[in-house]
């Protein structure tokens, strides 16, 4: 664990662990194990009392403020002519030189996923709608059990007082509902996997509804919100080669990494593609011949199975027109290939798609020359 081949990631029990004394984790905006953490700040010549520590209430919005009125510049209204949504948050500088300040950042909304709370006043009224693990589908929004807590009798959240007090419950529910409207939460949108990606989550994106891009050798590093979207869809990729005395091999195109992606790539002059799933399995069509030295153009069609998200489909590599083999893609990622690796021309960066063709840019970089590449793709089906 934690070497080139493994993928390292927390498991959900040291998660909860790690933020005791609180409960649950990221994700979970309902508690403050999902939302609570210490903050240092460092301020020699505006801090008289170092290594004093302060307990109002405060959250990230305030920041901004804090700094503003450290260097004494006003909240700015307007951006290169683009008039700017007033600063919510309340500066911490009031509790700088008293520890005892009363309170002034007093109501604060939290909601992700469905998971939603709100502090008022030294209370905190939340419910949990999912676990982050959770992958199935959810119970309506209005089914939600809240519960009550005083946090500054109760810290870490272990009395839950809502029997006791239900009418304070209730005040604080239509708070939080309030703050919602105010703040453009409403319609909470609880689905999770299927916001990551535009198309499924009926949004657009950067791309817009462009069905086709163009790419030229040197361009790397495209984070997958910048690069057309080519999943739960048929897709045809044409790369227009030459090939120099010799044969070539190295990426000519690749889309994620080691623990998921795809790549068109050719090893021992071979055009090969690989699409990799999740890391855990690896489907590969490969020509049976080295491309001949000059002008090529390999395309990659693949058509997609259709009938949902992640399903498979058949992939088809052709040389100058010609079929040269095809092969079955069991499965398909249908969300996101990865957070940080990223779409490259001419080579693989990072961790590599495909097996057996080195590691990082120079390893898999493209020996021969890319004239162009053009990627297609349908409707997703």
Known sequence: WGGPETFPHMAAGWAVAFDAP??????????????????VIHWPDGIADKGGLRTQFSHVIDIAPTILEAAGLPEPTSVNGTPQTPIEGTSLNYSFDDAEAAERHTTQYFEMFGNRAIYHEGWLARTLHRAPWQTKKQRPLDSDVWDLYNVREDFSLTKN????????????????????EKYHVLPIDDRTVERVNAAIAGRPDLLGDRMSLTLYDGMNGMLENTFINVKNRSMIITAELVIPEGGANGVILAQGGRFGGWSLYMKDGKPIYTYNFLGLSRNTVTAPNALPAGPITVVLDFVYDGGGFGKGGMATLSVNGETVAEGRIDKTQPLIFSADETADVGLDNQTPVAEGIGIGRDETRFTGKIQKITVEVEDVE
Do not use: I
């Open 22 to 39: 609180f409960s649950w984790t990221k994700q979970v905006a309902s508690d403050f194990g999902g939302t609570r953490n210490g903050m």
């Open 161 to 180: 007082l809502a029997s006791d007090q239900p009418e304070r419950l209730r005040e604080l529910q239509a708070l939080f509902m309030s703050e919602a």
